[in-house]
């Protein structure tokens, strides 16, 4: 993608624009998503203006509900930054010098409404989607808010790698497994820096603090064959390529193996996956040399975890503090994560004991009812697919209580997909005829549904899924 694309000026115009307003305020109210591209959003924004010596707090919120679009109107700080949220909602946002820095699909009754970007709402609008580009794949709220922050002052450069592990959050290195579009050019600033190292390796979660076994296990995308699940057989490979498991009695990680160890077990991987899914296995891979290896602040994928792990807990205050560089935030995220693990295997154990699931011909599904929290229900969900004696050739539609009504998380194997199945659609189209809202991804989506329409949601649902899988 040339430097000069037209699309990018003119992203680079309105984040200019921006940074103009940021420059002219007295304080700054900064709401962001609470989710690990929000929150290295958030904390962009709050070094950008600490740098210009601006006052500012900085709020976190689930989603822009009324509660926090209250939050944008009723504030009294001279301007509102929202980042990583708020394009869905312009309609809502009556109050004067707002600034979005977004990259969700932006409203489309405000869009018509609009004939230039700095009209008279006093709303400037930061966001892929209005530039012809895609915010899903291309940029991330961070990597918006980081143009922003590069407008404002050059020097902000060395906050790329924040924007990088926030597009890492949003899975934005899916397609040909690396960064495209934008992204490719806030990674060329990090890398510019020495803040980022681009390196092809394996793609699988865990390359800095997972035990080697653990690290071959939990592979799903590619399943591998013989390994994917299989403790016992993990080991043994690692055994049979005469790879130590443990060294100085510590568990060794991918990162601790040499080039030589590395080698012998991609060669062995590619060998069992016979052809496919290599290209999902070996891609681009940023590692983070300025943080201490064996910690999962090296690894942008494992950095981006944790921070969701954060945000998970109503917790996301202690991700800013981390990618702020406050080093006691890290035992604080720590303790979430052991939290995350025990909510987690509570909750299977739940499904599993009480057995739930319910199966329907082209759905199966389970009321978690209050026992699983709605922040982990869609986790739970994906993670019972396929284990012991629960099918995987048909979608898992999970319910569970939420504060606004049932929150719904469905997922779905990954074989779907050839077959037809898109759970973004199928979710959004239930969604919407009980009177909810949702969307998400083909493989896994959400929803949140009046209380007791969830019925009435299963049957729809399952009659769309039947449609697209037959
Ligand atoms: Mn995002």
Redesign the pocket.
Known sequence: MPASDARYEMLERDAAAAASAIREADDVLVIG?I?A??ICASAIASRTLERLKKKHDVVFVKKLDDASIEKVNGSRASLVWLV?LGSGYLSAITRQNVIVAD??VPDPGWMNGQTSLFDFSGLIHVNPHTRGMDGSGEI??AGVTYMISKAADEKNKDLAYLAMI?ASG?IQDQAGSKFIGYNRKILSDAEGNGDIEVISDLRLFGRETRPLTQFIQYCNDPVIPGLTSEYTECSRFFTELNIELKRNGSWRAWSDLDDDEKDAVKISLIERLGGSGIERLIGEVCVLPRFRKGTELRDAKEFATLLNSCGRYDDAPVGLRICLGDKNALSEAAKNRSEHKKQLSIALNYIKQNKIIREKKYVQYFHAHGEIRDTIVGIAAGMVLGSDGIRNDIPMIAFANADDGVKVSARADKSLIIKGLDLSSAVKTAAERVGGFGGGHNIAAGATIPSGKEYEFLHIIESVIETQLT
């Open positions: 998503h989710d591209d929000g990583d990259h969700h991330s709220g926030g949003d």
